[in-house]
């Protein structure tokens, strides 16, 4: 039997996502040697919440297989960009890479908002936010054009997510950020990856409320309603989250059990996705018109 993971998708998003956690789980269900291949040869590009679900995805075979061998992309501008931005030293701790990664053309200055960052402790929050505070305000000022006040919500956005892989997943997890440029209409955006292989949303919010009999997509668009989200402390900050996205024209993915809902103004959709432990959230803020 073939022991190949291969990630098919060629550019790692929330929605191609979900295809790669299909073809893990089908793997998952059928391979039962000890050594296996992470395929990464055939990936051309990963945008933040790709970055944390290669790491996840790391970290979750890692459970079940002690030799995990890590294929790196053919294309060397992404394994590059992703040597720069941590992810290969995430996956250290998980996979042995077929050979060192190349780090390639040297940082552009300020390239990154965020490299990936793992969040175990208060300690890792306040040392993400103080990286927002130094570097990212001033890209969000300078390039997205946002006030002080916007920033302010960025940080708060950030400290949320980090807050509830701590308070509420009962697992550790990572943040990653990155700005980008659309090509066609020159704007410029920004996306947020916070990711965790905890609880899910569903078992968390299950400690409030009877949610049992709820699908993870109803779970979801309960966790970023005011009356769910808030309990007695902080609650889940997904109302939070969803209102500064709402504030600035961004868009929001959570994916949670098996479904994935996307949120985008006063517009949700729920999305078909599959079974993988935690809760990982893209967020899009886009530049100032």
Known sequence: MDNTLAITEQNLSAVSCDQVLRDLNAFWARRDADNIILDLSGLNFADPYGMGMLCLIGRHLSTKYWDIACRLPADSDIESYLTRMNVFDVLRAYVTAERAPQMGRPPVHNESLLEMTAIEQRGDIEQVLGVIESRVGAILSAELRYTVREITGFKNVVAELCHNILDHSGDKGFVVAQRYVNHKSQRKFAIIGVCDLGIGIRESLSTKHDAAHWSHGQAIQRA??????????????????????????????????????????????????????????????????
């Open 224 to 289: 970023v309603q005011k009356a769910v989200s808030r309990g007695d402390t902080r609650g889940l900050g997904l109302y939070i989250v969803k209102q500064i996205c709402r504030e600035n024209n961004g868009s929001l993915h959570i994916r949670s059990g098996n479904e994935r809902v996307y949120i985008r103004g006063d517009h949700t959709w729920v999305k078909p996705s599959a079974m993988f432990p935690g809760t990982q959230v893209s967020i899009r803020l886009y530049e100032k018109i």
